[in-house]
């Protein structure tokens, strides 16, 4: 089905690239617009204990927008809150039920905030939980009334694709678009030092990866699939 409104939500700059980046430029070429939404600046993104944290906030933001180009994503949406500091507040909650009647998407893709990995960097944790708890109110007029005036109408989002889920059980073939992924991962060049990610998320070794820096398009895969753990929302659904 395209022709779809996609927002994803993820907690830094590279984490939708990570994890449904393949998906994303799949949604893309096939006709559905996607936004991005990124919570937390990305400032603590770093081992280097000289670096600038306001310095590097505005890279990855930079690097960001530069890899949503080349997904083709149609917008990114910076919340600027501090990285590695978010919790989970009301105050969050709204600023994505606004993005959600705002924009009024068919699909939420998000971090699942389960905690069944124990691996989960809070952050994601956070967002994730947020991003489904926003879902439900956006969908209720009496959750932040003040929208009405606004002109932000309820909104129900019917389904969430959550990434990076202990119990994935939903499937997106990626195999033509693992390309595109991995020159959008290239774009986050102040995260190299976690190009060892990069393997599990793409089933590519680091010294293929590597070696791809300046032509991935010729990276030969077989079928490569981005997995999610699919969530309705609607009336029936976990959420209600
Ligand atoms: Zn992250």
Redesign the pocket.
Known sequence: MAGRTIVVV???Q??GDFYCGGSVAKWCRQGDRVIYVVVTDGSKGTMDPDQDPVALAAVRREEQQEAAGILGVSECLFLGYPDGDLVPDLALREKLVAIYRRYRPDLLVTHDPTWKSYLL?P??RNTGEMALYAALAAGMPLFHREHREQGLAPHQIPEALLFHSPEPDHTEDISDYVSLKVRALMCHRSQFYLLGQAESALGVSLDRLQSMFGQPESLPVGVVKEKFKRVPLTAGGPAL
Do not use: E, L, M, Y
């Open positions: 993820q907690a830094h590279d984490d960097h952050d994601h």
